[in-house]
């Protein structure tokens, strides 16, 4: 169970209005929109990924790999 509180009433009455575009009751939308939210990653979970699956090159390798590439025809 959850409880909201503090939700504006122009908040309140626009997810009322979707709830009801979307043939659903207020609580099944909130339930389905807080699930979609959970379930993206945020940007933080993205980049913190991102950086684990890095391959990490120091400059050296850089400019090894550039001078190696320079050196075939």
């Known amino acids: 169970m959850l409880q ?23 609580s099944d939308y909130a339930r389905k929109e807080l699930e979609r939210v959970a379930a993206t990653p ?4 993205l980049f913190a990924v991102a950086q684990l699956r890095a391959t990490r090159f120091s ?4 400019v090894t790999a550039v001078a190696q590439s320079r050196e075939r025809p």
Do not use: F, H, I
Request: proline fraction near 0%.
């Open 59 to 62: 400059a050296d390798d850089v």
């Open 42 to 45: 945020t940007a933080e979970e």
């Open 4 to 26: 909201v509180r503090n939700v504006s009433a122009e908040t309140l009455a626009s997810l009322k209005q979707r709830a009801r575009a979307a043939g659903m009751s207020l």
